[in-house]
């Protein structure tokens, strides 16, 4: 479709701002070390750090089995995500000498790049079909690498670009918040655990003993939120095998620890040392706060990171533009 060619206007009792809206291929724009400061001064990495803070104030205090809103597009996402975890049932590990990288996840993670439009569309109204192209360019770079078959923050960091867009276009609302974290997200790990385990996947970028974790960092963040005021589940807790199995249903900080625990071996001090210390923290509003700092400067400072992270109209590399 040429650039001025978009979809007729829907009936005007719709919410239409981003009809009028050119939208585009994302593309990289941080191509060097010193391009960094173009990115922390965009509209894109204030809008970022805006829905991770804003999502971490909506699920605050709350359990992942509390009674919230479940909307259309948030089903429909989730359906999305049922898609892919079938489409790994269907592409078992093929045989191979190295053991680690399964080639099987290419031909898994092939079928995603030809389908991500077709299931984008399914999520996103009629009247928004023109911006399924831009947003679809993130849910493709959500899943991991297919060349270095690895997967890590930055890839989980395009999993919430691509979840922002959505909010951006009018597709996600405010009162959606909730389910955007407890059911979207956290199916979304759910199937990125399954990848990881099923073909091997590396961890890309990986800190090793010094990471907080090896693939994942945001449901740290918006789990400790979660546990902000616990009457009786403290920091020190999540160290103890007996609370994370009595409680990680209800707290996604504690299934991404029970998850650690299943893949590692040896003493928590030893394999997450990150995690250990921060088990030390007196209080889950100074391990949410940490964590935020810590998100900022490990991931979202870091080049290695960011060199890969795609801009569009949607989250622009231009300045933030006041008012």
């Not at 479709?1 to 009936?11: C, F, I, K, L, V």
């Not at 994370?244 to 030893?270: Q, R, S, W």
Request: charged content about 25%; hydrophobic content about 40%.
């Amino acid at each position: 479709m040429a650039e001025g060619e978009r979809q007729p206007p829907p009936d005007s009792s719709e919410e239409t701002p981003p009809a009028t809206q050119n939208f585009i291929i994302p593309k990289k724009e941080i191509h060097t070390v010193p391009d960094m400061g173009k990115w922390k001064r965009s509209q894109a990495y204030a809008d970022y750090i805006g829905f991770i803070l804003t999502l971490n104030e909506g699920v605050k205090g709350k359990k992942l089995t509390f009674d919230y809103r479940v909307s259309e597009t948030i089903e429909k996402l989730v359906a999305l995500l049922d898609t892919l975890d079938r489409w790994i049932d269907e592409t078992p590990p093929v045989d191979q000498p190295s053991r680690f990288g399964n080639k099987a996840y290419r031909t898994w993670y092939a079928k995603l790049d030809q389908e991500a439009e077709n299931l984008v569309a399914t999520v996103v109204p009629a009247h928004l079909a023109a911006a399924v192209p831009e947003v679809a360019v993130y849910l493709k770079e959500a899943v991991g690498n297919s060349t270095r078959i690895d997967y890590g923050t930055g890839h989980e960091a395009a999993f919430a670009a691509f979840l922002c867009c959505l909010c951006k276009i009018g597709a996600l609302r405010v009162d959606d918040q909730v389910a955007i974290v407890f059911k979207v997200f956290d199916r979304y790990l759910e199937v990125m655990r399954k990848l990881q385990k099923t073909y091997r996947m590396e961890p890309a970028g990986s800190q090793g003993v010094w990471g907080l974790d090896d693939f994942q960092f945001l449901p740290f963040i918006w789990g400790s939120s979660q546990l902000i005021d616990h009457p009786y589940l403290e920091p020190r807790h999540f160290v103890d095998e007996k609370a994370v199995n009595e409680n990680h249903k209800d707290y996604m900080f504690l299934e991404c620890i029970l998850f650690i625990t299943e893949m590692k071996t040896g003493p928590f001090a030893e394999h997450s040392n990150q995690l250990w210390n921060i088990s030390a923290v007196p209080s889950w509003s100074k391990v949410n706060q940490g964590l935020i700092r810590m998100y900022k400067a490990e991931c979202l400072e870091k080049f290695p990171v960011i060199q890969h992270f795609k801009f569009g109209s949607l989250l622009p590399i231009h300045p933030v533009t006041s008012g």
